[in-house]
């Protein structure tokens, strides 16, 4: 039997919860967050690009280490930095100092988090980074601080005050740190410049990888898989030839080798529609000369716009004029470009 006290206290906050205004608590934390943002830009100066300068300059490694929540912006700067062509690692402060400090070398730079700039975890590895020669960069909130002062570049993320209600919890912060983080990783981009096909290698499990590093040849039919007859072919061996390769159309060659055209269903419901007795047709006098048709270097991903622009379903594969491979919309969607 349920408490008349406790129903009471449910029904008194249930009350209270709906006099909350939710989203106006969330466009004003949206809003700070904004501004710590905006602030940013006008605090970049020639110590960002010394910082860029520095990391391009990098023979080994960038080391990115921050603690609590710096220390989970660090690493997906870390992260950043790694899958945008400068390849890093993140190093947590504490375990530094017990042993993973031999995962730095000389050659090495690195890039310090902290809000304060007087992290402990951290101040005190200050003179251990000095001893290896690794260069630091930090990012901070105060110029002033101890890490700042002990850095050979300093960049100045400090925020107006924090978007939690108390100025206390990690939030602008937090946010004003991981934009500059990207802002420094996209700038190391375009200076390296790291193209899309660099990005998709290091993503070649993802969506993005298959659409950038998949080509036509990767996915093509061809040799005995290709479908073809020679030019003067009675339609009913083309449409033979359709039905044992299951493409959906068949490549019309001439004496050469050369594409004279394909013959398609589309092409075969038109013959059916427009002829009567089709029995004598060769495959010259109802193919549609030409076709659309894509190269074996092209990108999958472009022979998808093909298809989908000419409202197609397959795509003969030629190469100087020769018909080399077939593609078909399935194949494109059992890779995953599609």
């Not at 969330?26 to 967050?33: F, S, V, W």
């Amino acid at each position: 039997m349920t408490d008349p006290r406790t129903a009471t206290a449910t029904a008194e906050t249930l009350s209270e919860l709906a006099t909350l205004d939710f989203r106006a608590s969330a466009r004003r934390t949206l809003t700070l967050e904004q501004q710590a943002i905006g602030e940013l830009v006008t605090k970049l100066d020639a110590c960002f690009d010394a910082a860029c300068r520095l990391l391009l300059a990098c023979r080994g490694r960038l080391i990115v280490t921050g603690m609590g929540k710096s220390g989970h912006i660090a690493r997906k700067m870390a992260a950043t930095l790694a899958s945008t062509g400068s390849p890093a690692f993140y190093v947590h402060p504490g375990e530094a100092s017990h042993g993973d400090l031999g995962m730095i070398t000389g050659d090495d730079v690195v890039i310090a988090l902290s809000n304060s700039g007087e992290t402990q975890e951290i101040t005190g590895l200050l003179p251990l980074f000095k001893r290896l020669g690794a260069p630091l960069v930090s990012l901070t909130g105060r110029p002033g601080s101890t890490l700042a002062r002990y850095s050979d570049v300093h960049i100045d993320v400090g925020v107006s005050r924090e978007a939690c209600p108390h100025d206390l919890a990690p939030t602008s912060s937090t946010t004003a740190a991981l934009a500059m983080s990207d802002a420094l990783a996209l700038a190391l981009l375009e200076a390296r410049g790291f193209s899309a096909e660099d990005f998709a290698l290091s993503h070649p499990g993802g969506t993005l990888g298959k659409r950038l590093l998949l080509r036509v040849a990767d996915l093509m039919h061809d040799g005995s898989r290709l479908p073809s007859v020679a030019t003067g072919s009675p339609l009913r061996e083309a449409l033979l030839e359709m039905t044992l390769k299951g493409m959906g159309f068949t490549c019309v060659v001439d004496e050469r080798g050369m594409l004279a055209g394909v013959y398609t269903d589309g092409d075969l419901r038109r013959t059916l529609d427009q002829r009567g007795d089709f029995t004598l047709l060769r495959v010259d006098d109802v193919m549609t000369r030409g076709g659309k048709t894509a190269a074996p270097d092209m990108l999958a991903a472009e022979a998808v716009r093909i298809m989908e622009d000419n409202r197609i379903t397959a795509l003969a594969v030629v190469e100087n004029g020769i018909p080399v491979g077939a593609l078909h919309m399935h194949d494109l969607l059992r890779s995953g470009v599609i």
